[in-house]
């Protein structure tokens, strides 16, 4: 019988310290998602101001 109490309590141990990590996580990603949320308005509004354009190293300038 105590075996199986000393199991069990692990097992809720490791339950709530899964809740934890888990409840952390979603905060995280609530913080991602309103964060590129934000940016892809932000870069919608910089293509309807027409200054969207990023030039690469590689690309020819326009007067090619």
């Given at each position: 019988?105590?075996?199986?109490?000393?199991?069990?309590?692990?097992?809720?141990?490791?339950?709530?310290?899964?809740?934890?990590?888990?409840?952390?996580?979603?905060?995280?990603?609530?913080?991602?998602?309103?964060?590129?949320?934000?940016?892809?308005?932000?870069e919608a509004a910089r293509?309807?101001?027409?200054?969207?354009?990023?030039?690469?190293?590689?690309?020819?300038?326009?007067?090619?």
């Open positions: 019988m105590q075996h199986l109490e000393e199991r069990i309590a692990h097992l809720t141990r490791a339950v709530d310290e899964m809740s934890e990590v888990m409840a952390r996580q979603q905060t995280e990603i609530d913080r991602l998602t309103r964060r590129v949320h934000l940016l892809m308005e932000r293509q309807q101001e027409g200054s969207g354009g990023v030039v690469l190293g590689d690309e020819r300038p326009p007067h090619y």
